[in-house]
């Protein structure tokens, strides 16, 4: 198994099903902080629905059409960064991410979506990467704009999550504007 480093203590590798206690536990460290706007933090609510998480995203990766990766801090898992979306047919993503309490304001979801958008934009070839995410969600909207993403537009009322209704905002990067961005970084 790979592991890249985030730095301070951190590092980005794959979750995969044989680790559901440990992504169980960390769900429960992330649930009220995170389940208001990551289904995947509200649905591995046991062990075997935590497995079937990392499961579809396993046969995902298998299929080339999704993949999950952990962010450890100093050996605990704290958070994540997927490909909810991978299709290489329109060379287009979605880039999803979550952090238990802990472990927020470190930097670490930034660190770990460059690492994810690079390696869609330089190894894979896609052109287009898409972040959706609630317009309640501040602190995801400003990772956003912080990676460089622009705001495309919402889908009014699009998500209904936990008895709301979110409107849900797109966010997006082409690879162009990745590439240019990272060169004066």
Aim: some cysteine; charged content about 30%; hydrophobic content about 40%.
């Amino acid at each position: 198994m790979f592991a890249t480093s985030l730095g301070e203590g951190a590092e980005l590798r794959p979750i995969e099903p044989w680790q559901a206690e440990e992504f169980l536990d960390h769900v429960e460290r992330a649930r009220e902080y995170a389940g208001p706007y990551v289904p995947l933090t509200v649905l591995a609510e046991d062990l075997e629905s935590a497995r079937g998480v990392l499961q579809r995203y396993a046969d995902k990766q298998a299929a080339d059409t999704g993949r999950l990766y952990g962010i450890w801090l100093d050996g605990t898992l704290v958070g994540g960064v997927l490909f909810r979306i991978f299709d290489t047919s329109v060379d287009g993503c979605e880039i999803g991410v979550w952090l238990e309490p802990s472990a927020a304001g470190r930097g670490l979801v930034t660190r770990a979506s460059r690492v994810l958008i690079d390696w869609a934009v330089d190894r894979r070839g896609m052109h287009r990467i898409e972040w959706l995410v609630s317009s309640r969600n501040d602190r995801s909207k400003a990772t956003a704009a912080r990676l460089g993403f622009t705001k495309d537009g919402v889908l009014r009322e699009s998500f209904p999550w936990q008895g709301i209704r979110h409107d849900m905002e797109v966010w997006s990067v082409l690879a162009p504007e990745w590439r240019a961005a990272r060169d004066v970084r």
